[in-house]
T-cell receptor
Framework: GAGVSQSPSNKVTEKGKDVELRCDPI?????LYWYRQSLGQGLEFLIY????????KSGLPSDRFSAERTGGSVSTLTIQRTQQEDSAVYLC??????????????FGSGTRLTVV | AQSVTQLGSHVSVSEGALVLLRCNYS??????LFWYVQYPNQGLQLLLK??????LVKGINGFEAEFKKSETSFHLTKPSAHMSDAAEYFC????????????FGKGTMLLVSP
């Protein structure tokens, strides 16, 4: 596609429920990244995919968080047993090459997750 | 490892005034440096980047930034603010070799008053 597409744009869920967030990167971009943006905290790195593998998942905050990527394209971030502190905007980005050296990333508009 | 410090969570200017958003970085290797802008309810948009070569880089919407290695800084400037510049601005750094993700600062909200 022309840009990075994320769905849903907004998600309200009850504490303890599981949620899935979807990211569709720019066609041909091999690298995909998930970040979390909380109020006043900037962007927190969660996980990086190169193709279908995740060489860096060091930012996932707990084992309730997982992500996968299939076909070198769409990625899904899953949060199990959601907690109120999971409320944030989850941003996905893609880049043409690994690590984005010098290229920067193209970001989607994000999914705003609210846990009530 | 890299880190970014953005001085001032909020900066207020009048329309037509100079915009100066400060960014200092820490990096154990030569960095690539970026500025992104985020408008309400939108993702981040790349404003400009420094990779190699000229240390003064020009971006979209009249913004520019200068890489100063001796000061480990990459401040963002614009000579004359417009109301449409009101947004949140993020500075980011990555290493210039090997694998490296972008590390972001906490952002600076730019407020522009008439």
């Amino acid at each position: 596609g022309a840009g990075v597409s994320q769905s849903p744009s907004n998600k309200v869920t009850e504490k303890g429920k599981d949620v899935e967030l979807r990211c569709d990167p720019i066609s041909g971009h091999t690298a995909l990244y998930w970040y979390r943006q909380s109020l006043g905290q900037g962007l927190e790195f969660l996980i990086y995919f190169q193709g279908n593998s995740a060489p860096d998942k060091s930012g996932l905050p707990s084992d309730r968080f997982s992500a996968e990527r299939t076909g070198g394209s769409v990625s899904t971030l899953t949060i199990q047993r959601t907690q109120q502190e999971d409320s944030a905007v989850y941003l996905c980005a893609s880049s043409l090459v690994q690590g984005a050296q010098g290229y920067g990333y193209t970001f989607g508009s994000g999914t705003r997750l609210t846990v009530v | 490892a890299q880190s970014v410090t953005q001085l001032g969570s909020h900066v207020s200017v009048s329309e037509g005034a100079l915009v100066l958003l400060r960014c200092n970085y820490s990096s154990s290797v030569p960095p690539y440096l970026f500025w992104y802008v985020q408008y309400p309810n939108q993702g981040l948009q790349l404003l400009l980047k420094y990779t190699t070569g000229a240390t003064l880089v020009k971006g979209i919407n009249g913004f520019e930034a200068e890489f100063k290695k001796s000061e480990t800084s990459f401040h963002l400037t614009k000579p004359s603010a417009h109301m449409s510049d009101a947004a949140e601005y993020f500075c980011a750094v990555s290493a210039n070799s090997g694998y490296s993700t972008l590390t972001f600062g906490k952002g600076t909200m730019l407020l522009v008053s008439p």
